[in-house]
C-alpha cells in the first residue's frame, strides 16, 4: 500500500512549490520594483586648490551631489545650518549629501573658512 506514502509525498512537493514560490517573490519582486526606479541625478563638485569648484550650483530636490577632495590638504563640507556636515576628507575622499526640499544652503571647509560654496535646490 503505498497510497499514504504517495500522498505525503504529494504533500511536501506541493508545500515545497509554495515556498519556492514565496522565496521567489521575496527575491525578485523588490528586484523589479528597484528597476522601475528612476535613478537618483548625482551632481560632482570637485575639491581643488582650496576651493569648490562649481562654487555655486542650482539643482532640484532629490538631486545628490558628491564632493571630491583632489587636494593633498584634508578639506570638509560643512553647511552653515548645519543640515549636513562631512568629516575631514582627505586626498580622493568623497562625501554625498541628497537635498530633498528647497532651499539656500551655504557652506564652508571649516579648515579653512574662506573655502565656501553654495547650493540653491529650486523645483523647475
Ligand atoms: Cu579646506
Redesign the pocket.
Known amino acids: 500500500m503505498s497510497y499514504p506514502f504517495s500522498r505525503a509525498t504529494s504533500q511536501s512537493l506541493r508545500a515545497g512549490a509554495v515556498l519556492a514560490l514565496v522565496v521567489c517573490a521575496a527575491f525578485v519582486m523588490p528586484a523589479i520594483f528597484a528597476a522601475a526606479a528612476p535613478p537618483v541625478p548625482t551632481v560632482d563638485i570637485n575639491?581643488a586648490k582650496?576651493a569648490y569648484g562649481p562654487k555655486e550650483i542650482t539643482i532640484t530636490p532629490g538631486t545628490k551631489i558628491v564632493w571630491i577632495n583632489h587636494?593633498e590638504?584634508?578639506?570638509?563640507v560643512t553647511s552653515n545650518d548645519k543640515s549636513f556636515a562631512s568629516k575631514g576628507l582627505d586626498t580622493d575622499d568623497k562625501f554625498e549629501h541628497t537635498f530633498a526640499s528647497e532651499g539656500d544652503f551655504g557652506y564652508i571647509?571649516?579648515?579653512?573658512p574662506f573655502?565656501t560654496g553654495v547650493v540653491h535646490v529650486r523645483k523647475q
Open positions: 575639491i582650496f587636494d590638504t584634508p578639506h570638509t571647509c571649516t579648515v579653512h573655502m
